[in-house]
């Protein structure tokens, strides 16, 4: 039976760690002294592109990343590059794989030895090297991979380091940098306090993108997230470390048993109306409400706490911050846009330490304001033509006879009438002239 126990156990070792998924490190240029190795600045060689994805999870982080290098000279190259065995004095790193067209590579563990030009950069105690040739303008791609755990703060705040200032070894400038973290789900809440370089964007589902290009100065990147239901739990349990009916509460919350969580928070406040931490376990039962999904009974006790939700001056903003994505959720479930555009606008101007969140807070008020009206011209009807006075239209008839055109002239009236007048007299005159003659020849 003991055997079958040992067995399983040792199958169970294996199989979990056969099961990680391998992830690629970061690569370094090295030289040799006295078979140790240190930072060694290369030339002729260009970066020509940087790619990590960072898949960070609780407790422990997975990074990828596939960099491509040329020889920009005119004889062929020989580099020792390798991985360090540690990132800063405290995390190492793990699992370490390394890919070049196709093949893992073997490495060559190696001490480190201090670099008199770069005596202010950390050191690993040891590097994972392996060696890599370059012909004249050839190019070749390098992946490797690793893991390691994240700083784990007071009350389970994680930081996670990336050195990508340790690029600046290869060629200068970069021309191209993309770092891609993962948090898997996390929302835009627990990323506090702000990272050391703000990414390019955050996309839903947790993920940051920094896109750089001709990068001359690479700099570290410091990710901060802040798993708030784990915290909380944390800084209840320091706070009240004797309390055993507190301490049976949080392990009903760990465990998922959120009814019975629930009725112990009730029963408690109810004995202990004065006790010191009331709003921490109030919100610890408005979480357990909002599990359940009981959104009025969440909240009403969202309400009540939002603006001074305790937890101490390390954790408060956070967990306001978390109330206030969670109740535009609760809020949501109404189907009203209207109340839920007010309100990040009411609450807006009092956001802080979380540029993401600020900003997703933002986004949510541009996606809910209604497109604004655009107003059509009205067209503006042609007033009806006013008939004319009779005596107007008299003298207009008037005006229009007073003078008749000739060849481009006005001609008066008058003299027109005048001269058709004599004109006919005169016609008259000459047929009555012609008359006679012809009488006078008859006679």
Not at 36 to 57: E, G, K, M, Y
Not at 333 to 350: A, C, F, G, H, S
Request: aromatic share 10%; hydrophobic share 40%.
């Amino acid at each position: 039976m003991l055997k079958k126990k040992l067995f399983a156990t040792v199958l169970l070792f294996i199989l979990v760690f056969a099961s990680v998924t391998p992830v690629y490190a970061i690569q370094l240029p090295l030289e040799l002294s006295a078979r140790r190795a240190t930072f060694s600045p290369v030339n002729n060689i260009t970066l020509v592109s940087f790619h990590a994805n960072l898949r960070i999870r609780t407790g422990f982080t997975s990074v990828n990343t596939s960099m491509i290098i040329r020889n920009d000279g005119l004889s062929d190259a020989n580099i020792l590059v390798g991985v360090p065995s540690q990132m800063d004095s405290i995390v190492t790193v793990k699992q370490i794989s390394v890919v070049i067209e196709g093949k893992a590579q073997k490495f060559v563990t190696r001490r480190s030895v201090e670099h008199p030009d770069y005596p202010d950069i950390f050191m690993p105690p040891r590097w994972s090297t392996f060696s890599i040739k370059l012909g004249p303008g050839e190019s070749k791609v390098i992946e490797s991979a690793y893991t390691i755990d994240n700083k784990i703060g007071e009350f389970g705040e994680q930081t996670i380091y990336f050195p990508l200032s340790y690029l600046k070894f290869w060629g200068i400038p970069i021309n191209y940098l993309q770092i891609v973290a993962d948090l898997d789900f996390y929302p835009p809440y627990v990323f506090e306090p702000n990272p050391s370089i703000m990414p390019l964007k955050y996309e839903g589902g947790g993920r940051l993108l920094w896109q750089l290009t001709d990068v001359k100065e690479p700099q570290d990147i410091v990710i901060h997230f802040n798993p708030v239901e784990i915290s909380i739990v944390n800084y209840l349990k320091q706070q009240t470390s004797g309390n055993k009916a507190v301490n049976s509460i949080l392990a009903l919350f760990e465990g998922k048993d959120y009814d019975t969580a629930i009725n112990e928070i009730t029963d408690f406040l109810a004995s202990n109306p004065d006790f010191e931490l009331k709003t921490e376990l109030e919100y610890i039962k408005a979480l357990c409400h909002l599990a359940l999904f009981q959104p009025g009974m969440a909240l009403d006790i969202f309400n009540r706490i939002e603006n001074n939700p305790g937890f101490g001056s390390q954790l408060s903003n956070a967990v306001r911050n978390k109330i206030i994505y969670d109740k535009v959720f609760l809020l949501g479930l109404r189907d009203n846009d209207e109340e839920i555009l007010e309100y990040l606008k009411q609450v807006q101007p009092t956001l802080k330490n979380n540029i993401i969140f600020s900003n997703w807070v933002g986004d949510e008020i541009d996606r809910l304001t209604p497109p604004p009206v655009i107003e059509e011209p009205v067209e503006t009807p042609d007033e009806p033509e006013q008939p004319e006075p009779e005596e107007e239209r008299k003298t207009n008839s008037i005006k229009t006879i007073e003078s008749i055109e000739i060849f481009g002239y006005d001609v008066p009236l008058e003299i027109l009438v005048i001269g058709i007048l004599a004109l006919i007299i005169i016609i008259y005159i000459i047929r009555s002239r012609k008359r006679k003659k012809r009488r006078r020849y008859l006679f």
